[in-house]
Nanobody, 128 residues
Framework: VQLQASGGGLVQPGGSLRLSCAAS????????IGWFRQAPGKEREGVSC????????YYTDSVKGRFTISRDNAKNTVYLQMNSLKPEDTAVYYCAAPTPDYYCSADDPILPADFGSWGQGTLVTVSS
């Protein structure tokens, strides 16, 4: 199981980025996929999670209405579209996969301990 996150970069406040998480060695459509971020000096935070079903995704409160998670099963890739970016969104962003039976609910925060497979992270810097 390998995950490769990409798409980070430097963007001005109010700008947009789309992060990609490509998988190899397994079919992502069988798994929930989560995005986490870690800012300097802070703990890793769960940002969003897309279930393996058609149920609603989870978003942490600070990104609701600005970030959208989606998946392209044909490309075995999950995306995180980030709009209206703020300086406080600056962090290294990681995608991660849990066990196949893990279910991410729209109402429940995701925890790093529930995700066993991680990508290498991509840096997002929001600054003018």
């Amino acid at each position: 199981v390998q995950l490769q996150a990409s798409g980070g970069g430097l963007v001005q406040p109010g700008g947009s980025l789309r992060l990609s998480c490509a998988a190899s060695g397994f079919r992502m459509d069988y798994y929930a996929i989560g995005w986490f971020r870690q800012a300097p000096g802070k703990e890793r935070e769960g940002v969003s999670c897309i279930p393996s079903t058609d149920d609603s995704a989870y978003y942490t409160d600070s990104v609701k209405g600005r970030f959208t998670i989606s998946r392209d099963n044909a490309k075995n890739t999950v995306y995180l579209q980030m709009n209206s970016l703020k300086p406080e969104d600056t962090a290294v962003y990681y995608c991660a996969a849990p066990t196949p039976d893990y279910y991410c609910s729209a109402d429940d925060p995701i925890l790093p301990a529930d995700f066993g497979s991680w990508g290498q992270g991509t840096l997002v810097t929001v600054s003018s």
